[in-house]
Every structure is written in structure tokens, then in C-alpha cells.
């Protein structure tokens, strides 16, 4: 299995860059999630890795072996689109034994692969069907087993779960990295859902409008987000805009234009710098009553959405609206009207610089 | 009156059943969701309201009339379709007007009715743009203010959600509620996201394979789901196989394979029945707590999940269970043993059911 | 040991030929090639006659120019044509599209049956609908029409009229049906959740999304009725309106513009003296011809998108009143009533005559009937292969190159034989290749052929064509991230999915070369191939119209098999 490296990838098409200066690394092995919305790049750059697309600039190396004059079809991709192509007018053997065929394995060889691979998917009872009549998940399998079967080195998904119900994409992702864990194949796995990446990712990337904007483990993206667009995306984000008071080695002070002050992680900006201060919805909570602390915001309960583990409050402050996500055992009391106070604690706010374009551009999805 | 009721509804497809026998009702102002998953009848039943098809068996009544053979363009409804179809040669504006307009209103009436709209969902800026030219969510956000500018009392959404991108779809979800909320309305919403579900309605309808399997509200489907479809597909769960081993002052004792023992509250089961128990992921803890039941596993897996972190464990007998713990309070390593407790009165109890426990709960 | 080696080597061998046929260099050469054939031995042959303008330009002065009789013939042969053509097509529109929408948007039992019928006039030959419609319609026919006929048209205009709408009418239901299906209904109930009724609903939103059906299927209409030969000159002279006299070198009656070629082309082959006067005629009658019908295939296509449909204003009342009950009833019964009284019976009206008209063959030159029909088949099968040669590399050119502008524009020029008149189309083949045939190195043969060719590939590029733009394009990158070269992916992947629609478009190919007359006259008008037999057959004064109604008889039914056959292989596929 192999390493994949990419330096400053650039692609663009008419009236769009659809990738801009990309570069990441991806060790042997690691399961790794692209993770951006739609229209980020994401597929383009997938597409550039298997050699479907031919980029403007910058190089793609496997194993340290530049593949950029190779053609897709010797460069050892298993790439899965989103649709999942499988060939319509063949049984699910002969998909899953496509490509061992079309490259002329000996014809043993390539029958205990497909035997392996279907048994690998659960499918080998459905070897003779065709695809229109299995259901959307056991074609997604078809077409994992078919990738897989050439022996690729590297292994590339295309939102493999975004036909799916949303029930079925919680079971079906863990079957997912498990079949990549256990075939110890480098996989590149590409999604808009921020919480299928944290569940099955060793690594992820965010990537937004053709840019790497951050790369880490879920829990460092998570609860170090480097971004504001990063802190709103992956989970969801409250925001306060105001003026760097000072920072220190325990916590920094920022205050807001209502002259209240929060207080966050440290941070080496300069002091009178016009920041914006980031805390996840998940880490603040709501108390009945009103009352006045450190990041401490009192409010009116403008509505509550259960989700079940969680029930997610909106607040109406003195600053805007606020949104908290707290276990539902724990927010009984919030309906709506109730007076509540909103607090975080400062050591998971972080504190940036007002982004280029302001605020509401840099946090925009679309 | 209650505002839709369907009575007996029945589709069929040839030889596929695709509803047998809906009973429904909504209230006014009542926002409720169809929740099932894909093929359950969800989308069937609400066209047959919308009077897009009509059913093979039974009727629909909206306002206490019969509507069942009414044409669509005679009922008073909004209709948001999952795959949006707004009007691809015309403007976000003219989509907008295109109810109040063939119905023959004034031109002050169609310009008021079409402005209002777009400004509710904030697209007012942007009403000069071909569909084309927008993003997923915000040309949901115009095929909303075109069911909206109806002025019409019922809105009925068919997966408006699926199609976009979660993070979308998480801001339209707000958007909904709020919008549906501030202007009094009744609305069907359906969708296969129980936390879209959850989170917008005020009661929710869970469906499978064309049948209603239970109705709720969003927080007693959660905590108290009264089929073991429900259980599975609202939330995740544990589901721990056993038998009644013992039922003595409303407590009963129940033996899981492997010779487990745990114990609930419980004053109509029997002796030697056999059972399904569920615990929910988060509702395990560290600590023993009142009414706790223990149990000990080899820890598999530790993976972060953000708000919190999912644990794998196996248990003594073989059996695999999840266990979620807030960030700041897991110290489980991966490969240590582990107990883990929790409160009996969380933990839900059905009877096995006759076609064992993986099809009850098969997804497709 | 040695036959091991043996079967090492003949591996070794195919690998190394797989990989110098996916090599970009190779797939670029045979590409290159395909669009040289194309270019070189289609489309500028096609178009060579503009050239007389400038090389003939003495011979137009004197022998055209410089004769009124000689331009106001050419005047009103062509007018007849163009009017003709404009008219039938607007009244296809009219009636197509309600018939279009009942087969569309109606789940109905005998559906396929109904489609049959509608295409049914494509299986006969133009030449025996021109045969059928004259002994319907004309006021007084050549041979005595069986009972029923109602025989009330006299003038060449009319009678062109109705014979057209007979050749034309399938291709107008067929392309409007075609993207009528692929148009999302959902559009249409989104609106009429908002209020809009029926017909609202179709005229505000389905229709403006519609363009592409109504211009493809006005074009297809335009072009088979100035093309048409074989049918004009049949009606003309069963009606009695028209006939060729060789021996005076002239003929009587108004022509249109393909009927005048093939008249002066026969006159020409009896009267030697008359050669260039005659040829020019010809050239400036087909190059006029060309140029108007491309000028019309753009200004069609023009209007169709950039015509703006009325949507400033609704009628509610008016317009709830004309989308149930009686109106729209009474519309698709219109359409019906068309489809029977004006389309299908006059079609098929020959058979009555078989039956009833008098059987006496007289001398049957049976020889040159079996030699006629073999000839077509022969020139049908030779071009259809061609065809299949080419176009389908062209198809995937136009879908697949690498260049998608030029793929667009060739696109665009594939279009250019199937508009031309096969009349003009073939002089002017006859014009572009006459050096090497009177040197004797190319037989009229293979002019023959290359002109059938020119006006049949359009119908296997554009199946192809749109099979392929249907077809997901991730299924042929797929097979190549699975290791499949561009030879293996086509054969294994592109090509079973395209191949209902490559079938479909040979069948038609075939089919159209078995039925045409005009290309043939003008290449060559010694060339006796079944249509050619038929309409000489229809002579008032040397003919024999009960054997042409046989041979009509034998080509309808070929073609109905081939046609039964097509329907048979791509049923099922969407």
C-alpha cells in the first residue's frame, strides 16, 4: 500500500478555479476525509488523482513516483463515483471482474479475487443479479468490491454514501473504514457531511472554494479550528466580533461593542486588533435565570430543536441570537419564553482575525 | 375538525403495495413529519394528499371535504418538491409570482404577494436571477416563497432537505420551522432524517413498508419508542437479546445469552418470555448512579466524535455494545476492560419479535 | 513446450497490438481519418454544385439567364417546393403536438400499437405514397380508384400538400414524443400546485421548455418535403399533372424543384444536343435549392430558440373552460381524425387498389423488376455499412474528442447532406466525381452509394450522438480508472449500451436508401433501382401501374419487417 503526495495543484475551467495551489500528504494506510462543501474542488481534485482530469499545474506523486504522465488506466486508482457507474448490461460478477479482466490476469487468479472480493461485501449470493435489481446500499458494495478488486494502491470515494438515506449512511460508513482497515488501503474519502468524516477519518481536510484550509485529526479540527469558516462548519459556531483587549499566556480578553467582554484561549495577535472570537454551539450552556459571570450572556428562549441526544437553543441576547446544543435530560427547562443564560468556558473559544471580506462572507456555504 | 385526515388510504402499483390502509390526521397549525426510510410510502402518501395521485382504496378529507378526486390546481396548498423544480426559464421572481399570477389576481396583488415571499426567505436581493445561477439551498428558498406565495394555509414538503448539502441543510431547517411557526400554518413535511424530523416537527409519523408504525411527539418517540422499529431507526440503540428469568414487585430480572443478569422496572412482563432490551449510547456512565444496572466489557474502539466520545466494547458473552461519553469524561482506553453502568429506567424493553431481531430492524 | 511459447508469444503480441491501438497518437490518426472521409467525400461533394456558379458561369448566362420560360420554370418548381414544405409542416405542428402529448402523458392499453400505426408510412416508399395519395385524392387519377376515394384535389400545390403530410407527419410525432418523455412532468404539477390549469400549465411552463422537440421535428419535416422525388413525381403524374416526354425533350405539367432535376436529368439522357442547356438548368436549380434549405435549417433553428412565447398574459377563465370537458376531447379527436383521414388512409389507399384494380400485367418486364429491387437492396445494404464505418466513429468524435467546439460544429455540418435535397445531393456528386467516372476509374456504383451514403449517416451519427450524450459519461472513465484501454472500454462498455440506438439508426438508414429516387435519377438515370422502376412504371402512356403497385408492394413490406425488427431489438430500452 502506498503514500500519496500532492504539490501545488492548480486547475482551473472556464470562469472557475476549481482548484488553487493544493498540496497535502497522506501517509500508507490512513483512511483520510476531504471534507468541503459542494463546489469546494473536491471531485475535481479526486478526478486529477485518478488521472481523469489532467491538472494545469503542480504534481501528484505515489510511493514518491511522480504519476503524472501515467493515464488513468496504469496508474493502480480504484476510483468510486458518486453515482457508483456500475455497468448496467453486466451481472454483479462481471462488474466485480471487470477489471482483473480487461487487464489480463490469468484467469484463476482473477476468479478468487472476485470470489474474495463479493465475500468481502457480502454479496456473493447476489452474484448473478443485475444492478437495477439490488437496492442502493448493495450497489454501493457492488461497486466498492469492484474498485477493489483490482489490487489498487489507492482507493478513492466520491461521496460513496450521499444516495443513501440518512440511517443507512451511519451503518454503512463504519463498514466502509473497517473494508479499508482491513484491506490496508490508502483511502481518499470525499463528503460535505462534517459528521461522517469525524467518525471514520484518521485525518481530515477541509477544503473550501479550491483552498486547503485546514488539515488535522478530527479532534483537532474539531476543538482547534484554525478558521472560522472551519469552527462553523465542521459542528456549528457562535461568533462575537469585537476588539483584542489583551492577550496573556493563560487567556485572552476581547471586548464587544455592547462593552462586554469575553474571554478565550490565548492567542500572538496584536492588542487593539479587530478580532472575532469562536466558541462551538456544543460547548455552551444554558442555566435558567438570569445572571451576570465571566462569558456569561442572559437571554430569552426564542425556540428549541430537539435532536434527540442534543436539543439545540436559540437565545435571544443583548448580541444577536445565540445557539446552544445541550443534552436534552439536561435542557428540559428551555421551551420557549423561558429566561435563560447562555456561558461558555474561555478555554474553547478561539480567537482570529476578522476574516478578508468580512465575517457572514468567510463563514458562507455556498 | 382537524385540518388533513386520510381514511383507509390504500395505493397499489400493480402488484406492489406501496400504502396499505394510512390513518392520519393532522391538526391545524400542526407541523408533522413523515418519517420512514426509503420505500416506506412516505412520499406515495403525501402526493395522495397533495391530490398528485390518487389512492386505490379510501379518502381524503382536508377542512372536513372530500378532496379525494379534486384536481390540484382547485386545493389550497403550497407544495415543495425534492428536487426543487423551479421554472428553469424563468426568474427567481417570476417563479415567485407564478401562483397569485395564472390565478388571475391584480398586479398589485401578484407584485405584494411575490415580494412578501422572497422577503421571508430572504431572497429579495436576488429576484432577478435565473435558477440556474443559484446554489442548492437558495433555489429551495425560492421554490419555498413560490408554495408560499399561495397564501395558502397548508404546506406540504416532499424531502425538501435531501437534495442539498448537510450543512445546508441544517440552516434550512431553522428557516422551516421558523417561517411554518411565525405564519401559522399546517405543515406535512417528509423526509428519511429522523433529526430532520426531530427537529422540525411538533409530532412525527414513522413509517415502513407503507404502514404507520408510531406517532409522537419528537422527544417521547426518543425516549419512549413503543415499537422496536422505532427504537432503531429514531436515534441509535443497544439491543441486548434475554429472556424473563424472575418478575417480583414490579422489577424484573432478565438473562441475556452468556448468563448476563440485568434488571428493570417493569409490571407486565412474564416469566420466560423472551425479550429485546435497549439502553441508548449516551445514557451510560462511569459511575454507578441510582437504579444501576453494571455492565463489563473489553473496550475495542475509542473514536471522537465531536460532542462526544463513541466507545466500542464487547461484552463478556460476545455481544457488541456503543457507549457515547462526553469529551471531558471518557477515560476509556482501547483494550482495557471497562464497566460501564446505567439507569435501569432508561433502558426499554419489547418482545422478541417472530422474524428475529436483524429483519424487525432492516433498514432497505 | 513449443505450443506454450506459441501461445506466450500470440499474448505477447495482442498486448503490445492493444497498446499501440490506445496510444493517443493512434486513436488521433484514426480519427483524423474518419473526419477526412467525412469531409472529403461527403460534405463537399454534396455542396460541389456551388461551384458551377463560378466554373459554369458562361453556360448559366446563355442558356438560363438570358431565358425567361427557362427561370420562371425553375421559379415556380421551387416555390412549389418551399411553399409546399412550409405549409405541411406548420399543419404537423398543429396536429403533432396534441397526439404527441396524448401518447406521452396517457397510460392507455395498445399504446405500441398506436405507435406502429404512426409510423407505418415510413415503411412505404415515397414513391408508392405519392402512388396511394393520387389515386385518393386526385380529381381524376390515371387508373380508376377504389371505392372510397374521395378525389377532389387538382392542382399540384394541394396534392403536394397532402401527399407531404403523409411523409412527413411520423417524423413530427416521433421528435416531438421523443423530448416530450424526457421532459420532467414534475414541472407541469409544480405549477398546477400553484393554481395553474391544465392548459395554463402546459402553454406557461412545458412548452417554453419544449424548443428542442419543436424545432428538431419542424427541420426533420422541412427537409424529408423538399427532399422528396420519388413521391412528387408519383402523385404528379398518377394525377396526371406532370409527365416527362423524352422524345420532345421537354415535359408538361408544374413540377417542384427535386421533380424538375430528375425530369431534365432523364430528358438529358435521351437528348444529347440538349446537354448543356440542361445542365445548367440543373446546376442552378440545385444550387438554389441548397442554399435556401440550408438558410432554412438556420433560421429554424434561430427562431426555435430565441422565440418568445406569450408570457406577459393569463386567462384564467378562458383557459380553465379549455382544460376539461369537451375542448380538449374534441382537440385530441381532431388530431385523430388527422391521423386517420388525412395520414394513414391515404398511405395505404394502393392496397384497395391491388385488390381491386385489374390484375392484367401486361408485359411485365419481370426481369427488370427482380434487378430493380436487388439493385436497392444492394445500394441500401453497401451504404448502410458505410454508414456504420463511419458514423459511429464520427459520433463518438462529436461526443467524446477532445476538441468539443469542433465536435459542436461538426455536429452541426452532419446535419447539411440530411437538409439538401437528395435530388440537388446527388447532381451534385454527379458533378464532383464525373471526371473519374467518364475516365472509367470509379464505377456509377460507388457515386450511387457515396450519395445514399450522404443523406443516411445523419440518421447513425444522430442516434449515436444522442445515445452517448444519454449515456453516463463516469461509466467509460470507470472503466478506465479499472485498467480498461480506450479499445477495451469501447467494446465492452460504450458500445453494448449504444448499440439499440446504432441498430435503430441503421434500420432507418436502410430503410430511406430502399425508398429513394431522386439521388438516384441525378447521379445517374440509367440506374434502375426499385423506386426509379416504380415512377417509371407510373407513365400514363408507356406504364404500368398494377406492377408498380406490386413493387410498392415488395419494398413496403421489406422495410416493415426491417422497421418490426428495430422495434423489437430496442424495446425495453429507455
Redesign the interface.
Known amino acids: 500500500m502506498v503514500s500519496l503526495r500532492i504539490e501545488g495543484l492548480r486547475k482551473s475551467f472556464p470562469g472557475v478555479v476549481a482548484l488553487e495551489d493544493v498540496s497535502l500528504e497522506v501517509k500508507e494506510s490512513d483512511y483520510v476525509v476531504i471534507l468541503g462543501p459542494t463546489g469546494a474542488g473536491k471531485t475535481t481534485l479526486l478526478r486529477t488523482i485518478a488521472g481523469l482530469t489532467k491538472q494545469d499545474s503542480g504534481n501528484i506523486y505515489f510511493d514518491g513516483h511522480p504519476v503524472d504522465r501515467l493515464a488513468s488506466f496504469d496508474r493502480g486508482v480504484a476510483y468510486l463515483p458518486q453515482n457508483y457507474s456500475l455497468f448496467g448490461h453486466m451481472t454483479v460478477w462481471d462488474n466485480v471482474a471487470f477489471g482483473p479482466t480487461v487487464q489480463d490476469w490469468e484467469m484463476r487468479r482473477r476468479d478468487q479475487i472476485v470470489r474474495e472480493m463479493l465475500n468481502l461485501v457480502h454479496l456473493s449470493d447476489r452474484r448473478d443479479a443485475f444492478p437495477r435489481e439490488l437496492s442502493g446500499g448493495m450497489q454501493q458494495r457492488v461497486a466498492l468490491a469492484r474498485a477493489l478488486a483490482t489490487r489498487a494502491r489507492i482507493l478513492l470515494l466520491d461521496e460513496p454514501l450521499r444516495a443513501l438515506d440518512a440511517r443507512l449512511r451511519m451503518e454503512l460508513r463504519q463498514e466502509l473504514r473497517t473494508l479499508a482497515k482491513d484491506l490496508g488501503i490508502t483511502t481518499l474519502h470525499v463528503t460535505h457531511d462534517q459528521e461522517e468524516a469525524i467518525s471514520i477519518a484518521d485525518q481530515i481536510i477541509v477544503l473550501r472554494r479550491g483552498k486547503v484550509v485546514q488539515v488535522g485529526s478530527p479532534q483537532e479540527v474539531y476543538d482547534t479550528h484554525q478558521d472560522p469558516f472551519v469552527a462553523n462548519f465542521v459542528g456549528e459556531a457562535n461568533f462575537f466580533e469585537g476588539v483584542l483587549e489583551h492577550s496573556g499566556p493563560r487567556n485572552s480578553v476581547v471586548t464587544l461593542p455592547i462593552r462586554k467582554q469575553v474571554v478565550g484561549r490565548p492567542t500572538d495577535m496584536a492588542q487593539g486588533a479587530n478580532v472575532v472570537l469562536g466558541v462551538k454551539t456544543d460547548r455552551c450552556d444554558v442555566k435558567p435565570g438570569h445572571f451576570e459571570a465571566e462569558n456569561c450572556f442572559p437571554g430569552v428562549v426564542l425556540r428549541s430543536l430537539f435532536l434527540g441526544k442534543r436539543v439545540t437553543v436559540e437565545v435571544e441576547t443583548k448580541v444577536g441570537f445565540l445557539k446552544a446544543k445541550v443534552p436534552s435530560d439536561r435542557a428540559q427547562f428551555a421551551s420557549e419564553g423561558v429566561e435563560v443564560t447562555l456561558r461558555f468556558p474561555p478555554d474553547h473559544a478561539i480567537v482570529y482575525p476578522v476574516p478578508v471580506g468580512g465575517l457572514q462572507a468567510a463563514l458562507e456555504v455556498e | 375538525m382537524p385540518k388533513i385526515r386520510t381514511e383507509g388510504v390504500s395505493k397499489r402499483f400493480g402488484r406492489i403495495v406501496a400504502l396499505e390502509n394510512v390513518d392520519l390526521e393532522v391538526r391545524e397549525g400542526e407541523y408533522v413529519a413523515i418519517l420512514g ?2 420505500g416506506c410510502g412516505k412520499t406515495t402518501l403525501i402526493k395522495i394528499i ?1 391530490g ?1 395521485w390518487r389512492p386505490t382504496e379510501g379518502r381524503v378529507l382536508v377542512d372536513g371535504r372530500d378532496t379525494t378526486r379534486t ?3 382547485e ?1 389550497d ?3 415543495v ?1 425534492q ?1 426543487i ?1 423551479l ?4 426568474s427567481v421572481k417570476d417563479n415567485a409570482r ?2 397569485p ?4 389576481f391584480r398586479p398589485e396583488e401578484v407584485e405584494k404577494a411575490s415580494r412578501e415571499a422572497l422577503e421571508l426567505v430572504g431572497l429579495l436581493q436576488r429576484q432577478g436571477f435565473l435558477p440556474a445561477e443559484l ?4 433555489q429551495q428558498k425560492a421554490s419555498l416563497a ?2 408560499l406565495a ?1 397564501r395558502a394555509n397548508l404546506l406540504l414538503l416532499d424531502e425538501p432537505l435531501s437534495a442539498l ?4 441543510r ?2 434550512l ?2 428557516t422551516l ?2 417561517l411554518v ?1 411565525d405564519l401559522g400554518l399546517t405543515a406535512v413535511h417528509v423526509t ?5 424530523a ?3 416537527a411538533d409530532r412525527v409519523v414513522v413509517m415502513r413498508k407503507g404502514r404507520i408504525v408510531e406517532v409522537g411527539e ?2 417521547r418517540l ?1 425516549e419512549r419508542p413503543r415499537q422496536l422499529f422505532t427504537a432503531n ?4 440503540n443497544n439491543f441486548l437479546e434475554g429472556r424473563v428469568t424472575g418478575v417480583r414487585d414490579g422489577v424484573a430480572a432478565v438473562e441475556l445469552r452468556g448468563g448476563l443478569s440485568l434488571i428493570l422496572n417493569s409490571d407486565s412482563l412474564k416469566p420466560g418470555e423472551p425479550v429485546v432490551l435497549a439502553i ?1 449510547p ?1 445514557h451510560f456512565a462511569l459511575e454507578p448512579g441510582p437504579g444501576t444496572n453494571i455492565l463489563t466489557g473489553q473496550v475495542e474502539e475509542t ?6 466520545t ?1 466507545h466500542r466494547l464487547t461484552l463478556e458473552n460476545g455481544e457488541e455494545i456503543l457507549v ?1 461519553l ?1 469529551p471531558e469524561e471518557s477515560r476509556l482506553k482501547q483494550g482495557e476492560q471497562a464497566k460501564v453502568f446505567f439507569n435501569r429506567e432508561k433502558m426499554l424493553v419489547y418482545s422478541r419479535p417472530p422474524e428475529g431481531l436483524r429483519e424487525a430492524l432492516k ?2 | 513446450m513449443v505450443s506454450e511459447n506459441r501461445q506466450v508469444r500470440g499474448a505477447e503480441r495482442r498486448k503490445a497490438l492493444l497498446a499501440f491501438l490506445s496510444k493517443e497518437r493512434t486513436i488521433d490518426a484514426w480519427y483524423l481519418f474518419v473526419l477526412v472521409f467525412f469531409v472529403f467525400l461527403v460534405l463537399i461533394p454534396t455542396v460541389f454544385v456551388l461551384s458551377f456558379l463560378y466554373t459554369g458561369w458562361g453556360d448559366l448566362q446563355t442558356f438560363v439567364f438570358a431565358k425567361a420560360d427557362v427561370l420562371a420554370q425553375i421559379g415556380s418548381a421551387v416555390g412549389l417546393s418551399f411553399g409546399v414544405a412550409l405549409v405541411v409542416t406548420t399543419i404537423d405542428l398543429v396536429f403533432g403536438l396534441p397526439l404527441a402529448w396524448f401518447i406521452v402523458r396517457r397510460d392507455f392499453r395498445g399504446k405500441n400499437l398506436l405507435n406502429t400505426l404512426i409510423d407505418s408510412p415510413l415503411a412505404v416508399p415515397t414513391a408508392g405514397l405519392g402512388f396511394s395519395v393520387a389515386l385518393f385524392w386526385a380529381l381524376s387519377p390515371a387508373v380508376n380508384p377504389p371505392p372510397l376515394s374521395l378525389n377532389i384535389a387538382n392542382t399540384p400545390f394541394v396534392l403536394l400538400t397532402f401527399l407531404h403530410f403523409t411523409t412527413t407527419f411520423p417524423y413530427m410525432v416521433r421528435s416531438l414524443s421523443a423530448i416530450l418523455e424526457q421532459l420532467d412532468i414534475e414541472y407541469e404539477i409544480a405549477a398546477r400546485t400553484c393554481g395553474a390549469v391544465p392548459v395554463t400549465a402546459a402553454r406557461t411552463v412545458t412548452l417554453p421548455l419544449f424548443r428542442a422537440g419543436i424545432a428538431t421535428g419542424a427541420i426533420l419535416c422541412l427537409a424529408k418535403a423538399l427532399s422528396d422525388t420519388g413521391g412528387a413525381q408519383a402523385v404528379l403524374q398518377t394525377a396526371r399533372l406532370f409527365a416527362i416526354q423524352s422524345q420532345n425533350c421537354n415535359f408538361t405539367g408544374t413540377p417542384s424543384g427535386t421533380v424538375l432535376i430528375a425530369a431534365w436529368r432523364t430528358i438529358g439522357r435521351a437528348c444529347a444536343a440538349e446537354a448543356g442547356q440542361l445542365n445548367a438548368g440543373l446546376a442552378l436549380t440545385a444550387i438554389i435549392m441548397i442554399v435556401l434549405s440550408i438558410s432554412l435549417l438556420y433560421v429554424v433553428n434561430l427562431v426555435a430558440t430565441r422565440f418568445r412565447f406569450p408570457l406577459r398574459r393569463v386567462w384564467p377563465g378562458v383557459e380553465r373552460r379549455l382544460s376539461y370537458g369537451a375542448p380538449p376531447v374534441g382537440r385530441d379527436a381532431f388530431a385523430f381524425a388527422f391521423l386517420a383521414l388525412i395520414v394513414l388512409i391515404p398511405s395505404f389507399f394502393l392496397t384497395g387498389y391491388l385488390i381491386t384494380g385489374s390484375t392484367s400485367l401486361g408485359t411485365a418486364d419481370w426481369g427488370t423488376f427482380a434487378g430493380s429491387v436487388g439493385f436497392s437492396f444492394l445500394i441500401a445494404g453497401l451504404a448502410t455499412i458505410i454508414d456504420l464505418t463511419f458514423g459511429v466513429p464520427l459520433a463518438l468524435y462529436i461526443t467524446r474528442g477532445p476538441h468539443r467546439r469542433l465536435g459542436a460544429f461538426l455536429d452541426s455540418l452532419v446535419n447539411v447532406p440530411y437538409i439538401v435535397p437528395s435530388a440537388a445531393l446527388g447532381f451534385s456528386l454527379f458533378l464532383f466525381w464525373k471526371p473519374l467516372v467518364d475516365a472509367g476509374a470509379l464505377p456509377v456504383l460507388a457515386v450511387i452509394v457515396l450519395a445514399h451514403v450522404g443523406f443516411t449517416i445523419p440518421f447513425v451519427v444522430r442516434n449515436a450522438v444522442g445515445a452517448l450524450e444519454q449515456m453516463d459519461p463516469s461509466l467509460d472513465e470507470t472503466g478506465r480508472t479499472l485498467g480498461a484501454k480506450p479499445l477495451q472500454t469501447f467494446r465492452r462498455i460504450t458500445f453494448p449500451v449504444i448499440k439499440p440506438a446504432i441498430l435503430a439508426g441503421s434500420i432507418m438508414a436502410f430503410t430511406r436508401s430502399l425508398g429513394e429516387t431522386g439521388a438516384t435519377i441525378a447521379v445517374s438515370p440509367q440506374a434502375i433501382t426499385a423506386p426509379v422502376f416504380i415512377v417509371n412504371l407510373l407513365n400514363i402512356k408507356t406504364g404500368n401501374f398494377y406492377l408498380a403497385a406490386l413493387t410498392i408492394a415488395v419494398l413496403t413490406i421489406a422495410s416493415a419487417i426491417a422497421m418490426l425488427g428495430m422495434r423489437y431489438f430496442t424495446r425495453g430500452v429507455k
Do not use: C, T
Open positions: 426510510p426509503s397533495a398528485i384536481p390540484i390546481e386545493r396548498l403550497g407544495y418538491f428536487n423544480m421554472f428553469p426559464h424563468m407564478y401562483g399570477w395564472v390565478r388571475g446554489s442548492g439551498g437558495a413560490r408554495a399561495n448539502d448537510a450543512r445546508v441544517v440552516e431547517r431553522y420551522r421558523r411557526k428519511h432524517d429522523q433529526e430532520e426531530m427537529s422540525v419528537p422527544r426518543y431507526f429514531v436515534g441509535q441508548r449516551e473514536r471522537f466524535m465531536g460532542s462526544f463513541r457515547d462526553p433498514l432497505e
